[in-house]
Structure formats: structure tokens, C-alpha cells
């Protein structure tokens, strides 16, 4: 499969910290690929390289098979920033024609696809038309729709989002799911990037995981988990795990670390523990056990096993957000 | 290129579209015309002054001069003859003269004239008054007592009385005119008035669309508008679009206000007239093509050199006191090439004003100033069109690489040192 965009190896300092440290990344066309990390692990300062917004210190950067500071290769990719914003004295249409066009979109083709944009996010219905309103003048919900439509506008064969889905209502979020999963099915590819591993979890193909500039991992979904190599058990018992329970959950020879979570709990295996095993040691002590599931770990998991690796405290001191 | 249209284009039509520019395009016109319009006012009522009606004319010349004096004074034959005329014997002119004194000591009278004894061969005439400081006043009235004493003269020396006023009667105002190499070039004062206000109107122009970019930019950063609109342009065309579509409006206003000025001058007896004010005799100072092109060019170039720097002010700062203490800079370079513009008219070839044409800075204004004055060696304003130019490009070089790396930082304002920093760095 061609790549929708290829990452070789870039690195970017600023004045005072290292912002991307040696990254490669391959992103296939076609999938819907999570760039996780916490705060200030470089996610925007990468997807800024990936536009040519910023060029990297060293390193390549191909869109769909072009150097990406080649004249128009930014522009079959659309972008919506973590940071949105817009001329707030236009009105919609001529903001999301002023965008389009910038984007190479001739003004008649563009005209067309913004009113259908309009009707489809339900900003021009039979009873009010906020296409002819001033951004000013649009509720924050509304304001974040049009921003939507800019970054989609010209469509786009790869699709950006930074932080996406933060500071988003409930229903634009869903809005937005939907809009992922049509793009997807329609054979863009959409990259975003979060620090929420619930809704990477439930979208993304493929993720790579960053922090403090470098690359901890990537791969599919199931390549990172498997990757992690440690074995969980969720587990639930009916009035809860205490007494002779909670010392079998204690014994290092079963269990290497347990994660209570109050309605149910995670357990990850010691290394040569089985899970059989372990099973009948907790019928044994009494347990009244609701579930008993082998799972794969969450991205959650993942994520927050690789980064506090990097720092003990699990939160590595994050440059300015740059 | 196309880019870089879209986004000049969007600037131009949004700013022609908002209500500032109706306003502001409508406004100053209007205001400039006001105040021209109270000033003309003003002069044609100085010059029918009413207050030397309201003289004492104290006459010892025995001859009418002084009642002649009166009644031209008033305004001739059907003039209202307020002005008191006391004839006076010699002998008596002393205490004449201190009961005027008193009276206009007490406020009743302007001032008085008095008409010594002899119109022959010297005559003594002398003026005292509380408006003895109007120049207007006081040229008028010499005039008007030289006129009627030659008259009288003439009467004397046996002219019939018909005859001499036939042949004194005579309106005239002298015109200057300035004479340069480049031949007839319009009245003088008039001249050094329109330069002082094209430099002025540069000056404010360059300031004003200066602030409008640095705001804009300030607009886009706040808003992170920047930063979608980066992701399809490079920051440099944003930079220059932004700086095109806003010299485009100051263009257009630029030429509304002058295409208003040239009707208004055209035809300015007839409006002048329906508003009950005198006309006054304009002879405008020709331009010559050459030099109305230079005035252009360096108007353009003036633009952008300030104009790129102040978006590079906007791209640094997050907050408006942070512009305002910015800006400060660059702003001190217009401010302080202002203060040049009045010594410059006075002394247009001092060394002062070459050093000043030659600076990026200060020549923008005080060039065309001088262009518009005296004339200037080609090769003169060559260079320093040159060093306008060069100004030019360092003025956007600079300017383009605080932009693009300002644009995308927030925060606290950066030091001196980290825009350094930032000049040195790629993208």
C-alpha cells in the first residue's frame, strides 16, 4: 500500500529543549492513525513538519509519495489545528471560501461543496441560514463546525486533526466520529493526535505513541498491545475482593500488579504465572468471581506504561507547547 | 503567486468592505474640508475686517484726506461712515491725539490715525491702536491712506477731482510665483504648504496603515486563524499578502481623497461661492509628472518598509500592551523623521536634509519633500532611491523571519535576544 505519508528520520530543536528527536513514521493511505502522547511530547511540532509549516533540522517528509515542500502537495491535505480560529468579522461563506481557494479550489466548485457542507453540519437549515453570519456572531459549537468544513473544504486525500476532539461538545465529538469513518471508508486517510486513549482506542488502525520528542512505539492497534508484552486478567467478584481474595491478588507468584478499579479490576500476570492457576487459587480463597476475561492491555495501559517508563513520575516535563 | 493574490484579495475586499473604511474614507476628507473651509472663512472675513471703521481719524492736513480716508475705509461712497473724523488745526493735533489715546485705552475706539500737517514734501502719518499687531489690518490701511494721499497730492497740484480718483482707483494684489530650473512653479508660500502637506499625509498615511498591518497580524496570531491559514500558504505570503491588501486600501483611499481634492480645487470658486466665502486666487504649483511618479514610488516603498516591520512587531506580541511598548521603535523612526520634515522645508539643500534622503528610514518623506522644492541631481535621487530599496529588502528579509517564527509562539513576549536568535534560524 502506497504511504499517505512518510516520515524519514526528522528532528527539530528549538532555543531551549529538543521538540523531535530522530522520528520515522510510516502512515499507509487509508488508515485512520492515532499520534498519541501527553502534553508537550512534540505532536504538534511533528504534524507542523508533515504541513511545512515548520521545516525539520534534518530529515524527509513525503505526502503521498512527494517531498511535502512541493508546490501543491499541501494542499490535498487538510488541517484542523488544536487552537481553532477564524476571522470573526466574516461571514461563514467567505471564510470557507477564502479557505477553499487557498486550497486550489476553483470559487463555483467551492461555493457548491460549502453549501453542502452547511447543510449536512445543519449551519443552514429551511429556518435560518448561518452561512451569511459572521463568525462573531456563531455559538462556540457552531464555530468549531465551521472550522470542520475549512479543514475538509477541499477534499482532502489526508486529513489532519490536532487534538481533535478536546474542547468539543458531546454532539460535535460524534459529529466529528462520523466524520472519521466516512473519510476512512471513502479511502482518505486521517491522522489525529490525542492524549485521550479512549477514543484513539475506538478509531484509530493504526498509533504511534511519543513522548519527549522520541518514538516509544507504533504499529497497528493489535501490534502495539501485543508488543507490550504483559498478559492481563480482568477480573469482577460479586461483594468485592477482600480478605483471603485480596491476598491471592497479593501473591507475587500470580500476579505481578493489580490495577483496582472499583468495578472491575486488572491484574497482570507474573511472568510464568497461568491463568488457570490463578483461577482456582481465587475459587479456593472464596471469591464468588463475576468475570474472568484474558485481555489484551488498553492503549491506556500502553501509554501509560511506555511514558512513565521514560520518567518516573510519569509525566515528563513538557517544553513550551510548541 | 496565485496564493498570494487570494490572500492580498481577501485583506483588500474585507477592510473595503467594513464599516471603518466607509467611515474612515467619507470622514477625513470631510474633516480636511472643514478645516480648509473654516480657514478660508476666517481669511475672507480678516480681510473685511470691520474693526477700522471703528477709528478715530484725527486730520491736520486741511485738505479732506482724512474724510477720503473715512469713506474708503467704510467701504466707499455707500459705505456707513462710523469711523469719527475730527479735522484739527496744527496747533491743537497734540490733544487730539491724547483724548484718542484715552478712549482707546477705555475700549471705545479701535485706535486712532493721525494725518500730520504736511502732505508735502513728507508726510506724517502714524497708527496706534489695540489692533495695531494685524498685519492685514495695518497693510490695508497704509495702503488706503498712500492712495488718497497721492490723490490729494494730485488734487493739489490742480488735477480735476474726477480725474484723480479715475486714475487712483486701482485694486491690485500682488501673485508670487516660484521660478526653479524646471521653469514656473506656482505661487511660493503655496508650495512650501503642499509639500509640508504631502509630507504630512505621507507621514500619517505611512503610520496609520503601519498600525492597521501590525493589528491585523496581532488579529490573526490571537485568533489562530494564523495558523490554518499557514498550513495551506507559506507564512512569507501571508506576510506579503497582508502587506499588499492593506497598501491596496490605503491606495484606494489615498486616491478617493485625491480625486475628491482635485474637484473640489477644480470647481472651487462655485462651491466656495454657494457657501457665501470668496474664492482665493490659487495659482497651484505645477507637478511635474516625473516628480508626482516619484512621489508614488517613494510612498510605496515608505509603506513597505514600515509596513513589514510593524507585521513583524504584531507576529511577536500576544497582547496589546505588549504592542504598544513593541512598537515603540519603529514608531520613534516615523515620529523623529516628522520632526525633520519643518527644518527641511526651510533649508531643503542643507547637509541635514541629503544625509536624511539617504536613510530608508526618514527618506521616504523627506524626499519627496525636497523633490517637491528644489530641484534634485538625478543621480541623487537614484541613490537614495537605492538605499530605499536595499532598506526595502532588509526591512521584509528581517520582517519575514520574526514572522514565522513568531506567529506560532505564545506566550510571553520574546526578549531581544531570542528575536536574534530567531533571525538566524530556518523555519
Known amino acids: ?322 | 503567486m496565485r496564493k498570494l493574490w487570494i490572500v492580498a484579495h481577501r485583506e483588500f475586499v474585507e477592510r473595503i468592505r467594513s464599516r471603518w473604511f466607509i467611515v474612515s474614507t467619507v470622514l477625513v476628507p470631510a474633516l480636511l474640508g472643514l478645516v480648509i473651509f473654516i480657514a478660508l472663512y476666517f481669511t475672507s472675513r480678516a480681510t473685511a475686517s470691520t474693526d477700522m471703521s471703528h477709528i478715530t481719524i484725527i486730520d491736520a492736513t486741511a485738505t479732506g484726506l482724512g474724510a477720503r480716508v473715512a469713506s474708503v475705509l467704510d467701504g466707499g461712497a455707500t459705505g456707513d461712515t462710523t469711523a469719527l473724523e475730527i479735522d484739527v488745526a496744527p496747533p491743537a493735533l497734540a490733544a487730539a491725539e491724547s483724548t484718542a489715546t484715552r478712549e482707546v485705552i477705555a475700549g471705545k475706539r479701535k485706535g486712532y490715525l493721525v494725518l500730520g500737517p504736511a502732505v508735502w514734501p513728507k508726510p506724517d502719518v502714524h497708527y496706534a491702536g489695540s489692533n495695531a499687531t494685524s498685519t492685514i489690518d495695518m497693510s490695508r490701511l497704509q495702503r488706503i491712506v498712500h492712495d488718497q494721499i497721492i490723490a490729494t497730492r494730485l488734487r493739489n497740484a490742480g488735477m480735476d477731482p474726477h480725474q484723480v480718483d479715475a486714475l487712483t482707483a486701482l485694486d491690485m494684489q500682488m501673485s508670487t510665483e516660484r521660478l526653479t530650473a524646471h521653469g514656473r512653479g506656482g505661487s511660493g508660500e503655496l508650495s512650501i504648504l503642499i509639500s509640508f502637506f504631502v509630507a504630512f499625509v505621507l507621514y500619517m498615511t505611512i503610520f496609520f496603515y503601519g498600525q492597521i498591518v501590525l493589528r491585523g497580524v496581532m488579529e490573526e496570531k490571537q485568533t489562530r486563524v494564523a495558523e490554518t491559514v499557514v498550513s495551506s500558504v507559506r507564512p512569507e505570503t501571508l506576510l506579503f499578502g497582508k502587506i499588499l491588501g492593506v497598501g491596496a486600501v490605503a491606495a484606494a483611499q489615498l486616491a478617493i481623497l485625491a480625486i475628491v481634492s482635485a474637484v473640489f480645487i477644480g470647481d472651487r470658486a462655485s462651491i466656495l461661492a454657494r457657501m457665501h466665502v470668496a474664492a482665493p486666487a490659487l495659482a497651484l504649483p505645477h507637478i511635474a509628472p516625473l516628480t508626482a511618479l516619484l512621489l508614488v514610488v517613494y510612498f510605496i516603498l515608505g509603506y513597505v518598509v514600515y509596513s513589514a516591520l510593524f507585521a513583524a512587531i504584531g507576529s511577536m506580541v500576544s497582547s496589546e500592551q505588549d504592542a504598544q511598548q513593541v512598537q515603540m521603535p519603529v514608531a520613534m523612526l516615523l515620529v523623529i523623521t516628522a520632526l525633520f520634515i519643518q527644518p527641511v522645508i526651510f533649508t531643503p539643500e542643507s547637509t541635514l536634509a541629503e544625509v536624511l534622503s539617504y536613510i530608508p528610514f526618514s527618506s521616504p518623506i523627506i524626499m519627496p519633500l525636497r523633490l517637491s522644492l528644489i530641484p534634485i541631481p538625478a543621480w541623487r535621487i537614484a541613490l537614495s532611491l537605492g538605499t530605499l530599496v536595499a532598506g526595502c529588502w532588509l526591512s521584509v528579509w528581517i520582517a519575514a523571519r520574526i514572522y514565522r517564527t513568531g506567529l506560532l509562539m505564545y506566550g510571553k513576549r520574546p526578549s531581544p535576544r531570542e528575536v536574534l536568535r530567531w533571525l538566524r534560524a530556518s523555519r
Request: hydrophobic share 45%; with cysteine.
Open chain 1, 1 to 322: 500500500m502506497p504511504l499517505a505519508v512518510s516520515i524519514d528520520r526528522i528532528s527539530k530543536r528549538f532555543a531551549n529543549h529538543v521538540a523531535v528527536r530522530d522520528l520515522s513514521l510510516q502512515i499507509p493511505t487509508g488508515t485512520v492513525y492515532g499520534l498519541l502522547g501527553p502534553n508537550g511530547a512534540g505532536k504538534t511540532t511533528t504534524i507542523r513538519m508533515i504541513l511545512d509549516v515548520l521545516e525539520p533540522d534534518s530529515g524527509r517528509i513525503e505526502i503521498l509519495g512527494a517531498p511535502n515542500g512541493q508546490p501543491g502537495v499541501v494542499d490535498r491535505v487538510g488541517y484542523l489545528p488544536e487552537e481553532r480560529g477564524l476571522y470573526r468579522r466574516m461571514t461563514v461563506r467567505r471564510v470557507l471560501l477564502f479557505l477553499a481557494q487557498l486550497k486550489g479550489v476553483p470559487p463555483d466548485a467551492a461555493r457548491r461543496r460549502i453549501d453542502g457542507w452547511l447543510e449536512r453540519l445543519q449551519l443552514a437549515t429551511p429556518e435560518r441560514d448561518w452561512g451569511d453570519a459572521r463568525v462573531e456572531e456563531l455559538s462556540r459549537g457552531m464555530q468549531q463546525k465551521v472550522q470542520f468544513i475549512g479543514a475538509l473544504v477541499h477534499d482532502p486525500d489526508v486529513v489532519i486533526l490536532d487534538e481533535p476532539f478536546s474542547a468539543l461538545d458531546p454532539i460535535n465529538a460524534q459529529a466529528l466520529k462520523d466524520i472519521i469513518i466516512e473519510l476512512k471508508r471513502a479511502g482518505k486517510t486521517v491522522i489525529f493526535s490525542t492524549h485521550l486513549m479512549e477514543s484513539a482506542e475506538r478509531l484509530c488502525d493504526a498509533v504511534c505513541i511519543i513522548a519527549q520528542g522520541t518514538k516509544l512505539v507504533d504499529g497497528t492497534l493489535a501490534e502495539v498491545r501485543q508488543a507490550h508484552g504483559i498478559r492481563q486478567v480482568a477480573l469482577a467478584f460479586e461483594g468485592g475482593a477482600d480478605g483471603p481474595t485480596a491476598r491471592v491478588l497479593r501473591d507475587p507468584a500470580f500476579v505481578q500488579h493489580v490495577d483496582d478499579s472499583n468495578q472491575v479490576i486488572e491484574v497482570d500476570l507474573a511472568p510464568s504465572a497461568d491463568p488457570q492457576r490463578l483461577l482456582r487459587a481465587l475459587i479456593d480463597a472464596g471469591a464468588i468471581v463475576q468475570r474472568f476475561e484474558l485481555v489484551q492491555p488498553s492503549l491506556h495501559r500502553v501509554f501509560v506504561d511506555r511514558v512513565s517508563a521514560l520518567t518516573p513520575n510519569g509525566h515528563p516535563a513538557g517544553g513550551a507547547d510548541a
